[in-house]
């Protein structure tokens, strides 16, 4: 698997925009954002009774991963498992495409079937949930604006309203959802062994600290 930097900053409304307007001069937006150049992201996050996942993040754990399942825009024709994997600071996020009623016989505890579907990861988010009782936690779903630039495989995105919700309603993109306490505007930066200097400028990281700030803990506050 190919592990990949990334950095995170909490931002204000102000620097977002002065950061758009810089990104916007010298990379390119994700093809899949929308018209306004963002799109919504609606998650559902797996965790086990002792809540290890959680534990591990704000622990700082060196070495952890966690399964969650997503799908975009309120499209439920393009659904995603994936498991986000963190070791020595960098990261991975294996996927495998999931159908609607698929998704729908996870989340109801119907699994018998994950492991001969032929896919290694719906065999391993199995193996997990026989093992360790992994089973769905909360809703995320945030608003994101993408941005891309191809030399070091550079992908900048710029993440706010983020709200929680209960799990069951996952597959309902009008499902209720609560905006978290702090109204956080997260930038992300990722890349493969460099970051080139023109992105580092246009996102001004040089005068920023970076955060360990998790979207799914700050969920959990409610879920």
Not at 64 to 81: G, P, Q, V, W
Not at 130 to 142: A, S
Request: hydrophobic fraction near 35%; glycine fraction near 6%; include cysteine.
């Amino acid at each position: 698997m190919d592990y990949r930097h990334e950095v995170k900053h909490i931002i204000s409304p102000g620097d977002a925009a002065a950061i758009r307007a810089n990104l916007t001069a010298v990379a390119n937006p994700d093809p899949h954002a929308a018209e306004n150049g963002s799109y919504r992201i609606r998650s559902l996050y797996f965790d086990d009774p002792l809540d290890t996942a959680l534990h591990e993040k704000l622990d700082g754990v060196n070495e952890r991963r966690k399964f969650r399942i997503r799908y975009y825009n309120d499209d439920l024709s393009y659904i995603m498992l994936e498991c986000k994997m963190k070791r020595d600071g960098v990261g991975c996020k294996p996927q495998a495409r999931l159908t609607l009623e698929e998704t729908e016989k996870i989340m109801r505890g119907d699994i018998g079937w994950m492991p001969a579907s032929g896919r290694p990861l719906l065999a391993a988010l199995y193996a997990d949930m026989k093992t360790r009782r992994l089973q769905p936690k909360t809703v995320v779903q945030y608003r994101r604006m993408p941005f891309i630039y191809a030399p070091g495989n550079v992908r900048v995105t710029i993440d706010w309203d983020i709200r929680t919700g209960p799990p069951g309603d996952f597959l309902k993109p009008d499902g209720l959802t609560l905006p978290i306490e702090d109204n956080v505007i997260l930038l992300e930066v990722k890349w493969d062994e460099y970051l080139p200097g023109i992105i580092r400028k246009a996102a001004a990281l040089k005068s920023r600290e970076p955060t360990a700030f998790s979207k799914y803990a700050a969920c959990r506050v409610w879920c």
